[in-house]
């Protein structure tokens, strides 16, 4: 079992920036590929980045490539989302997913954390 806890959501006007941290409880962290997903009001959870054990490949959903970067410290058992030119439609609670495969996700989830883009 791993716990994940995120932070660093928050609320930022359109076309700024927010960097979420997800910290896992287990020291295997490297068994896990790590995914950050999102849930707007009325809508499905969708997947939005995903990033291998090592680091070596990600993968990100059409709406946010190349305004999201998914990274890993392994040193420090975590992950964050850096999401740059934000918009509106960004809007949602963000969570952390521990064990994805390709986009789907794994059995661990962390609490979630609100991100709100204003106009």
């Known amino acids: 079992q791993v716990q994940l806890v995120e932070s660093g959501g928050g609320l930022v006007q359109d076309g700024g920036s927010l960097r979420p941290s997800c910290a896992a409880s287990?020291?295997?962290?490297?068994?896990?590929?790590m995914g950050w997903f999102r849930q707007a009001p009325g809508k499905e959870r969708e997947f939005v980045a995903r990033?291998?054990?090592?680091?070596?490949?990600?993968d990100y959903s059409d709406s946010v490539k190349g305004r999201f970067t998914i990274s890993r410290d392994n040193a420090k058992n975590t992950v964050y989302l850096q999401m740059n030119s934000l918009k509106p439609e960004d809007t949602a609670v963000y969570y952390c997913?521990?064990?994805?495969?390709?986009?789907?996700?794994?059995?661990?989830w962390g609490q979630g954390t609100q991100v709100t883009v204003y106009s």
């Open positions: 990033i291998r054990r090592y680091g070596i490949s990600t």
């Open positions: 287990r020291r295997t962290f490297t068994d896990y590929a």
């Open positions: 997913n521990a064990g994805s495969v390709l986009r789907s996700p794994g059995p661990h």
